[in-house]
């Protein structure tokens, strides 16, 4: 049915696709997978993966090119992520729903992942021109003191399952022009989607005479980003994932005086007011809460309601899930808005969440099922809770959203802000002391705080992150670029006396 597709992103369905950059690709010596469609359990392709000598190689080939590519001056970087953003361009449909076919992802959010690669390009073009350094007022005459941003050197990028693609690009599109080469290792849940972009990455590459800049490897399992974290040959590792994944790889990464950039869990949590837009409140809640079932790290997992308003909103949000449970199917079709979880084991997560709910005293609004059907579809899931179960302070990857109610601001926030990780957050109302207190040192602890919209779709121009337990990294726009450098203070004396800082003598 999509043969065609595949064929002209250059996946082979009849054979082994090599997880492996080019000129290594033609050996890959590591064990085959299988890339596999979650909505009804079909193979999609195969994949033969690389060794920890496959690895070395490759890491080996970065390190060359950057001693070539960190020279390059910054416009012409840029003019290659240009250029990879106009061949995305041409491919976004097809990549769109590849995306789709590997994550499970409705086709608008598919093609909505590779429109975010293409924007990132774009942000990266004019950054390639605007990697400012500081002038700083100095103390000794004659004297100059700025500071200057340097290339970092390769750079590695652990990526997950919900966002195959993106997410890579939020970091190879800033490292490239930065002056880092590019290594990668996908999730071996969507490897398809890697290697079809990988496969572009290194077209537009050859092209333009940067052969490299440009690496990836699949590997199965949690082994192959060890390799990762543990290479001094990567002076930085941007790893996004699990926060249990996310403290073993800083561990490994800060063992070796390295740096490490995560985007681990989210347990967001949107609080609605008394005030609120509550037709507003309710799309956001509902996108939030169910889009991409539930797998975004960014998706809404705790709704606060201020009890006035609590017994008719959640009447609607009832309504508004049982509508989106109608239109539960194959992510490629026309009208679906849900598609099924990446797989069996992530439903089964689910499913003891749902016992774990039920023990704790939580009350199942609507859902809490697996459908009966192939592939790996459950119901969005509805849930009243109390913030004393312990279910609700964990992150469940699937559409289970947690319904708390309050009858103050000061005490919704303490609530909100009473979980270890810290991503993504949201208040809806319409009175302004209520969004400043929210947005204020006492409000959200977490790295995102919106207002009046919810706690997904992040756009590329804003840093991208969180604190507590999400890791504290930052992605994407304003000045994340800074984690793919290194400052160089300078000092230049242009006069004919040497003094020294802090009025210190030293005669000799």
């Known amino acids: 049915m999509f043969s065609e597709v595949l064929e002209r992103l250059g996946i082979q369905t009849g054979q082994p696709n090599f997880g492996l950059s080019a000129p290594l690709r033609e050996k890959p010596g590591g064990e085959e997978i299988v890339s596999l469609n979650p909505a009804n359990g079909e193979t999609i392709a195969r994949v033969a993966t690389a060794t920890r000598s496959d690895y070395d190689a490759l890491v080996d080939r970065a390190g060359d090119v950057f001693l070539r590519w960190r020279s390059a001056p910054p416009p012409e970087r840029g003019e290659l992520i240009r250029r990879f953003g106009l061949a995305l361009r041409e491919r976004k449909q097809d990549l769109g729903l ?54 970092l050197g390769p750079v590695g990028v652990l990526t997950a399952f919900n966002f195959p693609v993106a997410v890579w690009a939020w970091n190879a599109a800033v490292a ?57 040959r990567l002076p930085l590792v941007s790893a996004t994932g699990s926060c249990e994944m996310g403290r073993s790889v800083a561990q490994q990464i800060a063992a070796r005086l390295g740096r490490s950039l995560l985007e681990l869990g989210g347990n967001n949590g949107l609080i609605v ?40 909103f959640t009447e609607r949000l009832k309504k508004a899930y049982a509508g989106i449970s109608q239109r539960i199917g194959n992510p490629w079709e026309d009208g679906v808005l849900m598609g099924p979880l990446i797989n069996e084991a992530s439903v089964e997560r689910m499913l003891a969440a749902v016992s774990a709910i039920g023990e704790q005293g939580g009350q199942i609004l609507c859902g809490g099922k697996r459908l009966n059907r192939p592939g790996s579809f459950v119901e969005p899931t509805l849930v009243q809770a109390t913030c004393d179960m312990p279910i609700t302070r964990e992150e469940t990857f699937a559409p289970i959203l947690y319904l708390f109610e309050f009858d103050t601001l000061e005490e919704a926030i303490e609530q909100h802000n009473a ?11 319409d009175r302004l002391q209520e969004a400043e207190r929210f947005l204020s040192p006492a409000g959200s602890d977490c790295g995102i705080a919106n207002v009046n919209i919810g706690t997904s779709g992040a756009e590329i121009g804003g840093a991208f992150g969180g604190d507590k337990d999400t890791g504290g990294g930052r992605e994407a726009g304003s000045d994340a670029w800074k984690a793919y450098m290194r400052r160089q203070t300078c000092t230049v004396n242009y006069g ?11 005669e000799i």
């Open 176 to 232: 490239a022009v930065c002056g880092d080469p590019v290594v990668w290792k996908p999730s071996p849940h969507t490897p398809l989607t890697a290697i079809a972009v990988q496969k572009i990455a290194e077209q537009v590459a050859a092209a333009a005479g940067w052969e490299g800049v440009f690496q990836m490897y699949v590997a199965p399992g949690h082994e192959g980003g060890q390799w990762m974290a543990s290479d001094p």
């Open 419 to 429: 979980v270890s990780q810290g991503l993504s957050s949201a208040i809806f109302t």
């Open 98 to 151: 590849l995306v789709t076919l590997e994550t499970g992802k409705i086709l608008t959010e598919g093609e909505g992942e590779v429109q975010e690669m293409i924007d990132m390009c774009d942000f990266a073009v004019g950054l390639s021109r605007q990697l400012y350094g500081l002038t700083m007022a100095c103390e000794r005459p004659d004297h100059r003191l700025f500071e200057q941003w340097r290339p």
């Open 496 to 506: 004919d006396a040497l003094p020294l800082a802090q009025g210190v003598k030293f």
């Open 273 to 312: 007011c008394e005030s609120a837009n509550l037709d507003l409140s309710l799309r956001a809640v509902a996108f939030a809460a169910a889009g991409a079932a539930g797998q975004r790290c960014t998706s809404l997992r705790r709704l606060f309601l201020h009890r006035s308003i609590a017994g008719p």
